[in-house]
C-alpha cells in the first residue's frame, strides 16, 4: 500500500485538479445512477416496498453516493461518515458486480457487449471506492462500526428477505451471497481495525497543518 498510495493521491489529484475531467466523471456517475436505477432495479423498486428502497439498487446507490462525497471534498464540506459510507459502497459493490459478470461469463460461455460495458464501469466504480478510502479522514471507531453493520445488514435484506440484486440463470443466489459476505468481512476488517483509524486521523491532523 506505501508503494500504491502515491499513484492513488496522483490519480485523485489529476482528476479534482482538472475541472473538466472531474465534472465529467460526475456526470457519468449520475448517467449510471439513473440507467442503473431505472433498466436495472427498477422493476423491482416498483415491486418492493418503500422500507426496503435504500437496500435495492447496489451500485446506483453506490454511483450516487460517490458523486455527493466527491463534491463535498471538493467544496472543503467532506463528512468523514459518509466518505466512508461511499467508500465501502463503491469497493463492495463494484468487486461484486466484477466477480457476478466474471461467474456468468464462464457458466455461460458468451460475453455481450452490454455485459463489458457494466464490467468496465464497475471497474471504475470500486476505483472511485479506492480514492475515496484514502480520504475518509479522522473518523472514531463508532461510526466506522455503523458503516460496517449496514452493509451486514444489506445482506440480510438482500438474501434473508429477498431482495437480492437480479441474477442470471447461471449466477445462483449462494455465490452472490457469499461474495457479499466476503467482500463485507473484509472491508468491514479494515474499516474498523485500529491502524486504519490511527493512521487516517494523524494523516488529516497533517493535512489540516499544511
Known amino acids: 500500500m506505501r508503494h500504491i498510495r502515491p499513484f492513488i493521491d496522483w490519480i485523485y489529484a489529476f482528476i479534482t485538479g482538472h475541472p473538466f475531467i472531474f465534472w465529467t466523471c460526475m456526470a457519468l ?50 463528512v468523514p461518515w459518509f466518505t466512508a459510507f461511499a467508500a465501502f459502497a463503491c469497493i463492495k459493490y463494484g468487486l461484486w458486480t466484477l466477480a457476478f459478470w466474471s461467474r456468468h461469463w464462464i ?7 452490454l455485459e463489458v ?20 479522514g479522522p473518523l472514531g471507531i463508532g461510526a466506522r462500526a ?16 429477498g431482495f437480492h440484486p437480479p441474477l442470471t440463470w447461471v449466477v445462483t443466489p449462494a455465490f452472490a ?26 494523516e488529516a491532523r497533517g493535512l489540516l497543518n499544511e
Do not use: K
Not at 467482500?183 to 481495525?193: A, E, I, K, P
Open 29 to 78: 456517475n449520475l448517467f449510471g445512477v439513473v440507467w442503473g436505477g431505472i433498466v436495472w432495479y427498477g422493476p423491482m423498486l416498483v415491486a418492493s416496498p418503500p422500507w426496503a428502497w435504500i437496500f435495492i439498487p447496489d451500485c446506483p446507490a453506490a454511483a450516487l453516493y460517490a458523486t455527493i462525497a466527491f463534491i463535498l471534498i471538493r467544496y472543503g464540506r467532506a
Open 107 to 113: 457458466g455461460a460461455g458468451v460475453i455481450e457487449p
Open 117 to 136: 460495458m457494466l464490467f468496465v464501469s464497475h471497474i471504475g466504480l470500486t476505483f472511485e471506492g479506492i480514492l475515496l478510502a484514502t480520504r475518509i
Open 146 to 161: 455503523v458503516v460496517a453493520a449496514f452493509f451486514s445488514l444489506s445482506i440480510f435484506v438482500d438474501y434473508g428477505l
Open 177 to 202: 451471497m457469499w461474495t457479499a459476505v466476503i467482500l463485507t468481512s473484509v472491508l468491514g476488517f479494515w474499516l474498523t481495525r485500529p491502524s486504519v483509524v490511527v493512521a487516517q486521523q494523524i
